[in-house]
């Protein structure tokens, strides 16, 4: 049996626990948390699993082999390294850190003391996400042109990370788990609609060298809940909208041919394709409880994490960059590549108190 932990039981951390305890092979061994209300409500869920208002013991006890952190992002390192620290493997709720510095220090411990470190990116985890990178893979897209995501409702207004940390995160992960590539440059806009709070709207876009482009608009400012992606390719072109019940992810048998017949010059040389459209059947597995079995597979047989350290750290760069950008008014960010590449990513300044600029002439 592996024995769990989790530290944090707030929003998140419910969802980690109820499924842990439903994983095979797992222990829901004991929950920390600092408000002991929350703990009486894990007491009468899970009557077996022990509860202390201090991380510490999960740490000190010798029983306990993984935690899981589902804290605040502010936390994430420190509690991180603890656990590491202790011996312990670690699941890291998304994003791993603040900084790419921070999740760096937290994957050269991982590695150090040869332990498993899972960064939850949910979404990686899902039917529809994983059906759409078979289709990827296989090729049936063809050539990748484009990755355009809305991902908006109203709220939840978060104190202390912006939209892109807590929103746009989802995209930064999809987007490396289906295409392997990591962009080169970074441009964002966004804004705080209330001084002394995090930007609650912004626009990114990130370029790759493969030519593909992506963009996301995110926003805790919208009259309704909006997920939904759009990929483009050569061959054929997919819409995911998460909200839908069923048929999640629909194919596009649709694209545009060019012709370089000099014959033809005169003509507009562009010819459309309209095909058929096939919704393939997901997986109804829930994402997390897929995510635990691979968390605890990964333990048993020393296996590296589907979204391992690296995959954090890599979506974190994109946090900082997009961060940056927003901050510098949508000014390009190149994204580092390698140790030698010097063209990296300003850290983010904390700078939430702009609010709307006034406009001119009106009162
Ligand atoms: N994977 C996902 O899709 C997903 C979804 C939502 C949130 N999250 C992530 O989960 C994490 C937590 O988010 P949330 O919305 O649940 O936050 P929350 O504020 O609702 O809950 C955090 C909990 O942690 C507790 N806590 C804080 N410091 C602690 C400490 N030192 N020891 C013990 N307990 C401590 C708080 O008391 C609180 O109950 C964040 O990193 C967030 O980004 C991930």
């Not at 370029?207 to 390719?233: D, T």
């Not at 997901?282 to 333990?299: K, N, T, Y």
């Amino acid at each position: 049996m592996i024995n769990i932990g989790v530290i944090g039981y707030g929003y998140w951390g419910p969802n980690l626990v109820r499924n842990f305890a439903e994983v095979e092979g797992v222990t829901m061994a004991a929950v920390a948390d600092l408000d002991q209300k929350k703990l009486d409500v894990v007491k009468r869920r899970y009557p077996a699993a022990r509860v202390t208002t201090r991380f510490q013991e999960l740490l000190e006890d010798p029983s306990i082999d993984a935690i899981a952190v589902a804290t605040p992002v502010s936390t994430h390192f420190d509690l991180g390294m603890a656990a590491l620290k202790a011996g312990k493997h670690l699941w890291l709720e998304k994003p791993m850190t603040e900084t790419v510095e921070q999740g760096s220090q937290l994957v050269a411990a991982a590695r150090e003391r040869n332990l498993v470190l899972l960064v939850d990116h949910t979404f990686v985890y899902t039917g529809a996400v994983r059906r759409m990178a078979e289709v990827i893979k296989k090729g049936d897209l063809g050539q990748v042109y484009y990755y355009d995501s809305v991902r908006v409702n109203l709220g939840l207004f978060q104190r202390d990370v912006t939209v892109i940390s807590d929103l746009a995160v989802h995209d930064f992960a999809i987007l490396d788990y289906l295409l392997g590539e990591h962009p080169v440059a970074v441009s964002a806009s966004g804004i705080n609609h209330f001084p002394g709070t995090p930007e609650n709207l912004a626009f990114i876009t990130l370029f790759y060298e493969s030519g593909m482009i992506a963009h996301c608009n995110v926003s805790w400012l919208a009259p309704v809940k909006v997920r939904q992606i759009l990929i483009g390719g050569s061959k054929q072109m997919i819409v995911y909208d998460d909200l839908e019940p069923s048929e999640k992810v629909k194919i596009y048998d649709k694209g545009v041919s060019f012709t370089d017949d000099p014959a033809k010059i005169q003509e507009l040389r562009v010819g459309y394709r309209t095909g058929d459209m096939l919704a393939p059947k997901l997986s109804g597995a829930e994402a997390l409880r897929v995510e635990g079995e691979h968390f605890v597979d990964c333990i048993r047989n020393r296996k590296r994490p589907e979204t391992d350290g690296e995959f954090g750290v890599r979506v974190v760069e994109l946090i900082e960059a997009a961060t940056a950008s927003m901050r510098g008014r949508g000014e390009t960010v190149y994204v580092r590549r390698d140790a030698n590449d010097r063209r990296q990513a300003r850290a983010p300044r904390r700078r939430y108190d702009r609010g709307v600029p006034p406009v001119a002439g009106v009162k």
